[in-house]
């Protein structure tokens, strides 16, 4: 039995790490008029936090903020624990490691109330794994968002071994009244649905520029210019139902099926040694052309808003 706060009553939340996805959470939070604790063990974490939710305040306001939505109603605490005394919900973006993202979820569970949900922001650890030394693992699940999480609308949510389905319940509803477009998983799968495909993506990539098959340019290019442009509005299997013309998918098996057998992707990572990592460095900074990485965000935020709102995703309006 769960006395759990329904979650369209929650009104406070609490951020732990708040790093790239952590801080782009509290953006995403203080936008939809929570107020937001948040905790960090480095010393420079605070400006850092400031200064994203700085970058991406003009991009929330064109897209309309929550009544009484303030960055003014973000607290940075000085401990864990005080972040985690007064929270109704708990989102965790720590580094991906899994000792410290074991031993931290059992410091949430130990400081947080009963019956709060706490969430994780990991990339690819099933829950299974990360709950094993909480004292209380029913309220642990995977909250798993997509970067920057105040913009992009999915949150993948799944419980571990010892997760109560209540708790899943509860995350996926406080998700959706939060704004998150949800899509809540029967059952663990590393890397959960988006990241296996990514990473299938990315690995080809790391290959093609390590061989010297392709530029960093043209990878990217090649998606923005090409398949990524339908992939923001409907997805790689109807995508690909079109390609069968008339006979659909049945026919696009048909015909392709055969060429899926030949070795068009390498399924093993590539060695990750210093000469591909300059070569990445290096193309970024070329394709990036002079851009920083400031400059790169708010047109990636711009375009983001752009595809949402022209995909009927968002209200009308001026969003510039
Ligand atoms: N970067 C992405 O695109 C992305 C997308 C989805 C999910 N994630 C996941 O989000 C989590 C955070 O990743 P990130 O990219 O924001 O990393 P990051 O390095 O930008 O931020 C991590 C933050 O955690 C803080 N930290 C260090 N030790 C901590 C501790 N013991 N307790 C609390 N905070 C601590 C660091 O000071 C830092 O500010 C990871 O689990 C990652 O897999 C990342």
Redesign the pocket.
């Known amino acids: 039995m769960t006395t759990a706060l329904p979650p369209d009553e929650v009104r406070r939340v609490t951020c732990?790490?708040?790093?790239?996805?952590?801080?782009?959470w509290v953006a995403h939070f203080l936008a939809r008029g929570y107020d937001v604790t948040a905790?960090?063990?480095?010393p420079d974490?605070p400006e850092?936090l400031r200064r994203l939710v700085d970058a991406a305040w003009p991009a929330l306001t064109r897209l309309g903020l929550a009544e009484g939505a303030s960055p003014e109603r973000l607290t940075v605490a000085p401990a864990?624990e005080e972040a985690c005394a007064q929270a109704q919900f708990v989102q965790?973006?720590?580094?991906?490691k899994l000792e410290?993202?074991r031993?931290?979820l059992a410091q949430l569970d130990a400081a947080t109330p009963k019956d709060v949900v706490i969430a994780?922001?990991?990339?690819?650890?099933p829950m299974t794994d990360m709950q094993t030394q909480a004292a209380d693992p029913q309220r642990l699940l995977v909250g798993?968002?997509?970067?920057p999480?105040y913009l992009i609308p999915l949150v993948e949510v799944v419980g571990g071994r010892s997760t109560a389905q209540w708790a899943v319940e509860w995350a996926s509803r406080f998700y959706e009244v939060a704004g998150k477009s949800v899509i809540t998983m029967e059952r663990e799968l590393p890397g959960f649905i988006a990241?296996r495909l990514q990473e299938a993506l990315w690995r080809e990539a790391l290959h093609m520029v390590a061989n010297g098959e392709a530029t960093v340019k043209e990878i990217d290019d090649s998606i923005t210019e090409g398949p990524g442009l339908r992939w923001a509005f409907m997805g790689p299997c109807l995508t690909f139902a079109l390609a069968g013309g008339e006979g659909g998918m049945g026919h696009m098996l048909d015909h392709f099926g055969p060429s899926l057998k030949s070795p068009w992707t390498r399924l093993e990572a590539p060695e990750l040694d210093s000469a591909l990592r300059e070569a990445m460095v290096a193309g970024c900074e070329e394709a990036a052309d002079g851009r920083s990485i400031a400059e790169l965000v708010a047109e990636r935020d711009q375009g983001v808003i752009d595809v949402l709102r022209a995909t009927g995703r968002l209200p009308g309006g001026d969003a510039r």
Do not use: C, Q, R
């Not at 965790?92 to 991906?96: F, G, I, K, L, N």
């Not at 798993?144 to 970067?147: A, M, Q, R, S, V």
């Open positions: 732990v790490g708040a790093g790239v996805i952590g801080g782009g905790w960090d063990p480095a974490a850092k864990l965790e973006s720590a580094p991906e410290l993202k031993d931290l994780s922001s990991t990339s690819g650890y798993h968002p997509f970067n999480p990241n």
